[in-house]
Structures are given as structure tokens and as C-alpha cells.
């Protein structure tokens, strides 16, 4: 068999897959945006998105602007008016609402009853009002610092979270008596913090919610699919459905690509909903699906082409190896990106970018960033239709950092993750994310021993001293003797007291020791490994850890050019 027809028995590659997400089936999410129409009116905004074209807008309608006292609400203000204008046009909206009004609780997060059912039902009059609001989303990043005020925020997250369960609870119950078809989103969090989730759902918060809301900004794309099956393992989230209401990034040129590779993961992941963010220019940066005359942007082109071509339609994975991703969508659409090699394909298939721009059939490649769109006219035949060139690539850091399952056994692996302290190594725990204060807000390896120390697919923290130091140890195992070549950084903060060491062993033996306050690079090195033999790369905390938050990469390559320096000779 073929590399590309191994993938659907490797157990590398159904490993990232929970159980829940075998068992359902997938197609790909349906697509909004995030308007903000409630901070102003924007009728050519609106035109524009219309060539995209948006079907499906995520706003919200202030309570301060609706409610004028407790048994008096107005919609007529043009900041409240708007979803009546979307009802006309046949478009469709889901509600996101903040729990603060001056009337109650100060101004604060609605914390005490009257305040409390007061929401509720301001939420029922709003979808009351408006038809065609087909869901609420109960808070907007309730687990952050901006959206949150009082109590609310300044007790601990245990508290927090109870005091959201009962601004849930309260607009389930009087939102789903005015019509029970309304989808009550719940979670309205920043990032996939699995910790605070499970905190919510203590307290009961999985009887009133339909779906989940994530904001998954702090989640590359490619670790998006293994996050959510964290979250999975919560048996209240195993088989809920998730919507992503928030994801976007601030790099022009790479928002197709980003949108495309989201989009897939998203997919696999049981995600049915995906909100881009935002419409048009916020002033934060972000980069948006209409410039701010209307006109449609590559990334609103990118937007439209996913929506005509994949919402709706079934998808299974594709991965062939860990450092290439892929989605098949109704079994003719291939979206495909990963580290660069030569991609050749058959004379009957159209291939696109991420923006639906057609390209050459000659000359294609894969890249880490801009995924390709291969759509056939018929079932794709992976093995007859598609032809990757060889990968070269042995371990990537990036690519091969997994989230422990402590009821699943891992499957083999040459790249390991382990903790060395006191003389011994053992692995990393999956930690959930934002399970406390000063922590990840997203899955990430720790140990329940050792509360500072880190481990993502983009940085590292040890922890300990000097005389007791914890260290961050990544190794790769030779499975034939071969030379390796070495690419890996290491960017330490400029916050660090004094530094991070790192060591590189070759089974026993060291072959480099360092410490660096700020770039360590190792570029065009190689190591002679035969078969059974460790490459160990060490990072310990100096002589304190404090501020040791470290940005790194470590790819190993096959046979890398003769004239790579080896390592030992450094």
C-alpha cells in the first residue's frame, strides 16, 4: 500500500480521533460572521457581504439600549433596529448576550436574583421580537477580563463560574418557554479553557445549554482537532455540539489559508457552526471578509468558496504522516497543506487556491500555510489521482506534541515528551486548561507536581533551580541508522532572570551545553544515529526559572546534505 492508503489503518493517525467523533457523522459547519452592527449602522457593510455572500451574521443587541425600565422595551433605536433589517432580506443572525445594564447590579455582571431574571428576559423579548434570531449565546468570553464587571470578576473562577450558571439558566428557562426551537448556546468562552468548563459543569450548566460557544484564537489550527477531543473527555462536552463563534487571525496574507485550515479541523472535530471575526475592520487588526468600503477581501473570498464548496457536505480525515493535514469533502474535494514537498496530480482533477483562485496543475507544493483545493469530477482515488513527493522530515516538536490520555494508551511514537527531575524521567499530564489562575486557558502538558511547568507546540517553561532543576526533555528514537539534521530554536523572554540551559545527548553521551538569555539557533547541523539510538534535547531553568517562558522548534530531517556540521563538532 501506498503511504497515502496506510493512513486509514495507522493508528497514529485515528489516535488524535476520540471515540465520540468516530461514531458521528461529520460535514462541514455552516459559516457566519461577526457584525457589528450594534455599534453601527453600515447599510454598504452589509451590501457588500451580500457578494461574499454572508448568510448568517453573530451580533448582539444591547440590554442597556432596549430595556428603559422593568416592563418597557424599545427596539427602535437604530442600534437595536438592525435585525429587523437582516429579517427582510431573508438573513439570519444568532444573539450573543452580556449580563450588565445600569439599572441592576450597578452596572456589574448581573449577579443577585432580581438582576439575574432581569436578563432572562431581556433575552426572551429580544428573540420574541425578532424571528429570525435563531440562537442565543449566553456571555461573551465570561472567562476573561473585558466582558465581565463586579463580582463577576473579581472573585475566583469557582465563583465565577456559578454565577454564570445562573445568567444561563435563566435565559434557557424564559428564552425556550417564548419558543423552545431557539438553540441556547452556552461556555461563551475565550480560547478551549477545558478546566473552566468543567467548573461550569459542576454546577449544572450542561442542563441549560444546546450547544458549546469556544473562541479558539489561542489554538493553531493544527492542534484545534486535538484540543476539542480534550474537551471531549469532560463527559458532559463528549457529545454536545460546538460552535466555534469566534476565529480570525492578523495576518493578511495568511487568513485564507488560516480560514481553509480551521475550516477542515473544525470539521473533523464535530464543530457545526463557524463564526469568522469580524465583518470589516474592528481597528484591532483582524483581518476581515469586507474591507471597509464593502468590498469583498481574499479572505471573504476564501469564506464564500468554503461555503459553496464544502458547508454541509460529509468529511473524513487525511493524514498520511504527521506533518501533512487534509480533508476529503463529499468524497471529491481534497483541502490539503503541510510541510512543503512536491504534490503531483492527475490530468482530471481542478486544483484551487484557498481563495478558489484555479492554479496549474504543474509545479504544485505543498506549503505549511496556504493549503490547495483538489476537486474532482468523480470519487477521489488518493492513490491514483494524487502523488506526494517523499517526506523528509523525521520529527517536528510542532507537529508531534500530543495531549496524554490517562484512560487510553498512547500509540508508538518516535518523538516523546518527558519531565527529568531528581535523576528520573516520566511523562507530561495533560493539563485542561485555566483549571486555575496563571495558567493556559487551552489543554497543554504539565504535572500536577510541578505547577509552573509548561509544555505547548510553541513554547516551553522549566521550572525548578539549579541545584533541583525540572527540565523539558524532547527525544527522538533512530528506527535505522541514518543521519539526522537538526533545525531547532530556542527563544528565551526577555522576562527571564538568567536564562534557560539547553543539552542535546546522543543516547548517554553529550554532544552540546548552553545557556542562553535570548536566540539560540542550531541550523545545518547533523548527528549520526543507528538504529535504537535517543537524541535527547534537555532544557532546564539556569540557575532560577523565573521568567523562563521559551518560544521553540525542533525539526529533524533525513539525510541532510554532507557538508551540515556535526553537532559533537560545535
Known amino acids: 500500500m501506498s503511504c497515502l492508503v496506510k493512513c486509514a489503518v495507522s493508528a497514529l493517525c485515528l489516535g488524535l480521533f476520540s471515540t465520540q467523533m468516530q461514531a458521528q457523522t461529520l460535514i462541514g459547519p455552516d459559516l457566519a460572521v461577526a457584525s457589528n452592527f450594534s455599534q453601527g449602522w453600515r447599510p454598504d457593510i452589509l451590501e457588500g457581504t451580500a457578494d461574499v455572500p454572508v448568510r448568517d451574521f453573530r451580533d448582539t443587541v444591547h440590554w442597556s439600549v432596549v430595556e428603559k425600565d422593568g416592563q418597557r422595551f424599545d427596539y427602535r433605536n437604530w442600534r437595536a433596529a438592525f435585525p429587523g433589517i437582516l429579517r427582510a432580506r431573508d438573513l439570519k443572525m444568532s444573539l450573543f448576550v452580556n449580563a450588565f445594564h445600569p439599572s441592576y447590579d450597578g452596572g456589574d455582571t448581573a449577579h443577585t436574583p432580581k438582576a439575574v431574571v432581569a436578563f432572562g428576559n431581556y433575552a426572551r423579548q429580544t428573540v420574541e421580537h425578532y424571528p429570525n434570531i435563531h440562537s442565543v449565546e449566553v456571555g461573551n468570553e465570561f472567562n476573561g477580563e473585558d466582558f465581565v464587571k463586579g463580582p463577576a470578576r473579581t472573585q475566583d473562577l469557582e465563583a465565577r463560574a456559578g454565577y454564570y450558571v445562573a445568567l444561563l439558566k435563566s435565559v434557557y428557562e424564559q428564552v425556550k418557554t417564548a419558543n423552545p426551537a431557539i438553540r441556547i448556546v452556552g461556555g461563551g468562552v475565550h480560547s478551549i479553557p477545558v478546566g473552566y468548563l468543567a467548573m461550569t459543569y459542576a454546577k449544572g450548566a450542561a442542563a441549560y445549554m444546546d450547544a458549546l460557544a469556544l473562541h479558539t484564537y489561542d489554538t493553531p489550527a493544527e492542534h ?25 487571525t492578523l495576518n493578511a496574507q495568511d487568513a485564507p489559508g488560516y480560514l481553509l485550515r480551521n475550516y477542515c479541523q473544525m470539521a473533523l472535530a464535530g464543530v457545526d457552526r463557524a463564526v469568522w471575526y469580524p465583518m470589516h475592520p474592528r481597528g484591532d487588526g483582524l483581518i476581515p471578509v469586507v474591507d471597509d468600503t464593502g468590498a469583498v477581501t481574499r479572505t471573504g473570498r476564501a469564506y464564500g468558496f468554503a461555503q459553496q464548496e464544502f458547508t454541509g457536505k460529509s468529511v473524513r480525515r487525511f493524514q498520511p504522516d504527521p506533518f501533512t493535514y487534509g480533508c476529503v469533502f463529499d468524497n471529491k ?42 476537486i474532482a469530477d468523480h470519487p477521489l482515488d488518493v492513490e491514483a489521482d494524487i502523488t506526494l513527493g517523499q517526506q523528509t522530515v523525521l520529527a517536528d516538536s510542532y507537529h508531534q506534541l500530543s495531549y496524554p490520555d490517562p484512560n487510553t494508551p498512547a500509540p508508538p511514537s518516535p518523538w516523546v515528551n518527558t519531565i527529568q527531575a531528581n535523576g528520573a524521567q516520566f511523562p507530561f499530564q495533560t493539563m485542561p486548561g485555566q483549571e486555575r489562575q496563571g495558567v493556559p486557558w487551552v489543554p497543554y502538558l504539565g504535572h500536577k507536581d510541578y505547577a509552573d511547568l509548561r509544555l505547548s507546540a510553541t513554547y516551553l517553561v522549566p521550572t525548578g533551580q539549579a541545584d533541583a532543576p525540572i527540565e523539558v526533555v524532547q527525544s527522538y528514537t533512530a528506527d535505522q541508522p541514518r543521519a539526522v539534521g537538526i533545525d531547532a530554536y530556542w527563544q528565551v523572554s526577555t522576562d527571564s532572570d538568567d536564562g534557560i540551559s539547553v543539552a542535546i545527548y546522543l543516547n548517554d553521551t553529550l554532544l552540546f551545553w548552553t545557556v542562553t538569555t535570548d536566540l539560540l539557533a542550531l541550523k545545518n547541523r547533523r548527528v549520526l544515529m543507528q538504529a535504537g539510538d535517543i537524541l535527547a534535547f534537555h532544557v532546564g531553568p539556569n540557575q532560577t526559572p523565573w521568567g523562563d517562558y521559551t518560544e521553540h522548534r525542533i525539526i529533524l530531517t533525513n539525510a541532510p546534505p554532507s557538508n551540515f556540521l556535526l553537532l559533537s563538532d560545535d
Open 333 to 374: 474535494k481534497l483541502v490539503i497543506w503541510g510541510v512543503p514537498r512536491s504534490l503531483v496530480v492527475s490530468n482530471e482533477l481542478q486544483v484551487f487556491d484557498p481563495a478558489g483562485k484555479p492554479l496549474p496543475l504543474e509545479g504544485l507544493e505543498l506549503s505549511n500555510n496556504e493549503p490547495l483545493v483538489l
Open 224 to 248: 484545534l482537532l486535538r484540543q476539542i477531543n480534550v474537551l471531549r473527555r469532560l463527559p458532559e462536552a463528549e457529545t454536545i455540539p460546538i460552535e466555534i463563534t469566534e476565529f480570525g
